[in-house]
């Protein structure tokens, strides 16, 4: 008895011990911050022109609608005439007649080229919410602190800033190594079936690979995370997939009154009620363990211990995670019936019902383990299942180590010195997966403070944008491009 006790006493003291020190080895990841100077570039100005830029109906309505010719070229035309230095300086080329490619070749061209990409198009103004927007959504407005309009948050800002940027180290002379290139889409907001994608393989065609592509995702946050009073900076290091899933049961039919023991609709049902007990498998892995590690480190007490030993807390926090669907999203792929169809009178039995499952995809999986996923865990050959042809599967998951994150994770810092870095997953789609031909360093991150109310007005109403964070946002990426292409400056990292 005596023995058995004294076992289990110390078995507690060694497992006291291993969590202790873990958890005083889990050291931050965080890079000393060194703060810049955040005033460098004139906010105001910026304001002004990416004002001009938002009058401009630039908006994917629908992949077969009409395109907005005359406000691409328009857009075309201000950014040549707001940044004279930077026409005059790179090759500008338009791809698919409204995207725009522009190469600042560096003078050692060998190298991997530094890439920023952003998109020119806009979604459009809900029907009906017109009405809702405290300033008209395509006015440019500026009051005392913001620039509103469609587009000012995605991805306006963040081509004017890139623009900014590279039109200020024109002006002091500066000569990149590493050639610079920017790619600014038409149709993003439709999935980039013309733009990124023609962009993409143009510069494949051109034998170009980038060291690392700089896209939109991730931002600062303020107020994600509970726990943790600072801002979080999350970049993209990969982004989710998608597939849809259509389910078709056909019956005999007949009146409804002699039906079978289950009808078509009765079989469906079920099905989906199946999948939905039943999720692709998940857990935490890869981006989201990497927010952990990088999180992790930040917090107080005991989530700090928590988090240093995935070891013996994982099974737990994975429960936690499964029980807030924004959380669970980051550690499974996604099941969401999202369309079904069958019936239209009340006396008769439907002969075809039809459902479509949505579900997205974790980097591990594959549109294609999904769909077996689906026909195993339905086990029913009376339904017919098929896979859309719009899937695709989730980017590869870029390193935490390469020169592009390191830039961007210092860079951040400096302008955001309060901000936690992390690396994390993203669960919509950007222009950038098209880019992994070019790279396999993809990141997604725009340098702008965002809180919880600021990222409902994207593709939302009243979108808008602080203007003394342009500034910031321009020095952001003057930053990143010195750091990965000036002569010697990666070695600062
Ligand atoms: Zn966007």
Redesign the pocket.
Known sequence: MKTALLLIAGSLLILIVILAVNTANFESRQIEAEPADVSAFDSGAIAERLSRGLKLHTISHSLDGPIEAEAFFALHAQLASDYPLTHKTLVRETVSDYSLLYTWEGTKPELPAALLLA?QDVVPVETGSEDAWEQPPYSGHIDATHVWGRGAM??KGSLFCIMEAVEGLIARGYQPERTVLLAFGHD??LGGPQGATQIAELLASRGIKAEYVLD?GGAVTEGTLSMLDSPVAVIGIAEKGSVSIDLVVETLGGHSSMPPRQTGIGILSAAIATLEANPVPGGIAGPVELMFNHIGPELDFPINMVMANLWLFRPVLERVFASDPSMDAMQRTTTAATIINGGVKTNVLPSRVKATVNFRILPGDTHDSVFEHVVGTIADDRIQVTKRRESRNPSPVSPVDSLGFKAIQKTVRDYFPTAIVTPYLVMGG?DSRYYSEISTNLYRFAPFLYNNEDRERIHGTNERIAIDTLGRAAGFYTRVIELTTAPGAANSL
Do not use: K, L, R
């Open positions: 998109h995605d991805d993003e907001e939109e950007t």
